[in-house]
């Protein structure tokens, strides 16, 4: 039937409602009543949630994760089951929101960053990738869609090294940091149609440069204008304006900045200065230079990082704390020493008195002896001259016996100081040993370096470097844990140690990577040293638990040229160890071949 009335089409429906015994529902009197007002019924799917859809469905995104959610909204609304489509509309806005603020998932973007770190690269090293890793860290940490962005170039940067755009930026860095201050006013007008460039010009004033702004207080309130007027600016006009006032707070900024790096430098003069004194009014106490010397080594890098002062910082708190207990040990034996020679001074003295009261009886028996007349007088004076020599015999032998056992105890104590004078150098020395393996560490390395060079210069010796890496280490950290790890560490440095000569220098360079300094070694010669501790580690099991490990390294060899820094030398071998791990592993090869 076909009604027009409303009225009578509304009554009808609430007939057949009853008549069809269905419930009441909105749904059930909009199908019936359509359809007795001969009109076709809208959808029965809400058009907002269609809209919604549509307009989800619209947006560039590739996301997997996006594109399930998407089509669970679709099921959704098919289906009718409209409890579900606000989570899900909510879920995907999440998804959207995430998929603007990143460049590059975090999982695929940490196994990409992982394997940038594992591929090595002669013009790359990992000291330079860990502190790139470490700057951007530090920099953009607090802030993840721009710490994706950093991360992301830095991947492609390790990866790609040869573009010269990569690199010759530094890492974390972008060409348009110092481009806002001299931009010509009229590059802003294609942006006039949008706020994005004043917003995120805003974000880089207020959470870029407004907090390191803490010890500058007189530029709080430049800064604070600059933002105000930042927000206003939307003409060319107003753009003409804002440039010169944001290009004086940037100088008034740098200009700052420098008087810091001054402030700096001033600071570690005088400290370098402050050490040098010290050294040469302290040139007795041999137990300081140990200190010194890597406070002073320290101070003559070019860039300081806060890494090398923390772990100067650890490893001299661990010396101070050791050497002031061998200093009081050695005051305590100061002190007996000094009394014990208190006491032999004092003896010699009773002994001199004694000898002074010895010979005045003499006299005194010598003018009795002149005055004596018969035998009975001469005889007293005899028994008395007796008694006097025997007295003096036994306080002679009394004092003997007691300057012995002083001189024993000077020499116990004179030994006792030497010991701890010794430990107290040595405690000095191990500021410059790895803690873990107890080989020598950066510094103390570089120190042998630069004298094995020095020697090799004077006498024309040859002077060889093997740096070793550990093969497959990163597989036994994840398989049998990081203790194992270090365990390996020290069993291979132990390894070393019983392969090489007493002159021969092991260091450890970095992680799993060693050197070995040999001096009056020709590269031929380290080759088939090194080789030997190869086949010497395959024939012994390293036991962790139940498991049975074989230790291996490559090893590249290279031997020193006249001219040429440490870092030359290390360098070399490390690009002939590199190629060794990619001819097998477990081999060394010689950069002189």
Not at 116 to 122: C, I, K, Q, V
Request: aromatic share 6%.
């Amino acid at each position: 039937m076909t009604m027009h009335n409303p009225i009578d089409t509304a009554r009808e429906t609430l007939k057949q409602l009853t008549l069809r015994k269905l419930l009441p529902t909105p749904d059930n009197f909009e199908r019936l009543y359509c359809e007795i007002a001969g009109v076709e019924p809208e959808s029965q799917k809400s058009k907002l949630a269609e809209l919604l859809f549509n307009a989800f469905e619209k947006l560039p995104v590739t996301d997997s994760s996006y594109k399930i959610a998407l089509t669970k909204l679709r099921k959704a609304i098919q289906d009718e089951k409209w409890e579900l489509v606000p989570q899900l509309v909510m879920d995907l806005s999440v998804l959207h929101q995430r998929s603007r603020e990143l460049n590059q998932h975090w999982g695929s973007l940490i196994l990409d960053l992982i394997k940038a770190w594992d591929t090595r690269n002669p013009e790359m090293g990992q000291r330079y990738k860990q502190s790139a890793l470490e700057r951007v860290v530090a920099t953009f940490g607090n802030n993840p869609q721009e710490l994706n962005d950093k991360l992301g170039n830095l991947v492609k940067n390790w990866l790609q090294p040869e573009m010269p755009a990569a690199a010759a930026e530094p890492p974390g860095s972008t060409s348009s940091d110092t481009a806002a201050a001299e931009a010509p006013a009229g590059s802003a007008s294609a942006a006039n149609d949008s706020s994005a460039w004043r917003d995120v010009l805003e974000y880089a004033l207020r959470y870029g440069i407004a907090p390191r702004l803490l010890h500058y207080p007189d530029l709080l309130p430049q800064l604070e204008e600059v933002q105000l007027q930042l927000k206003d600016c939307s003409t060319d006009s107003q753009l003409t304006e804002f440039f010169p006032k944001l290009r004086s707070f940037l100088i008034r900024l740098e200009l700052l900045s420098q008087e810091d790096e001054r402030l700096v430098a001033g600071l570690a003069n005088l400290m370098r200065l402050m050490l040098q004194n010290v050294a040469e009014l302290n040139r007795g106490d041999s137990y300081l230079v140990g200190q010194i010397s890597s406070l002073q080594a320290i101070l003559a890098q070019p860039n300081i990082s806060i890494q090398h002062i923390y772990h100067l910082e650890s490893s001299l708190k661990e010396v101070i704390h050791k050497q002031g207990s061998l200093r009081s040990s050695l005051d305590e034996a100061t002190d007996s020493l000094r009394a014990l020679l208190d006491t032999f001074l004092s003896k010699l003295s009773l002994m001199s008195s004694g000898t002074g009261q010895f010979q005045q009886r003499l006299r005194e028996h010598s003018e009795r002896i002149r005055a004596a007349h018969d035998g009975e007088a001469l005889n007293g004076i005899m028994q008395d001259l007796l008694h006097d020599t025997a007295s003096m015999q036994d306080n002679l032998q009394s004092s003997q016996q007691e300057l012995q056992g002083a001189k024993q105890e000077v020499e116990s104590a004179q030994s006792r100081i030497r010991e701890l004078e010794n430990a107290l150098e040595a405690a000095s020395a191990k500021i410059k040993e790895d803690q873990l393996t107890g080989a020598y560490n950066r510094r103390g390395l570089e120190e042998h370096f630069t004298r094995e060079i020095s020697r090799a210069e004077r006498s024309g010796q040859p002077l060889s470097v093997a740096l070793l890496d550990v093969d497959n280490f990163k597989q036994v950290n994840d398989s049998f844990g990081h203790l194992t790890g270090d365990n390996v560490l020290k069993y291979l440095v132990d390894m070393i140690r019983h392969s090489v000569r007493a002159s021969d220098i092991v260091g450890r360079f970095g992680g799993e990577e060693f050197i070995v300094l040999l001096p009056d070694t020709a590269a031929a010669e380290a080759v088939d040293l090194m080789q030997r501790l190869q086949r010497e580690l395959t024939k012994n099991f390293f036991l962790t638990g139940s498991e049975k490990l074989v230790v291996t390294f490559s090893a590249g060899v290279a031997e020193w040229h006249r001219g040429e820094q440490d870092i030359d030398v290390i360098e070399r071998a490390d690009r002939v160890m590199y190629q060794a791990k990619l001819a097998g592993k477990n081999r060394t090869l010689s950069a002189e071949s």
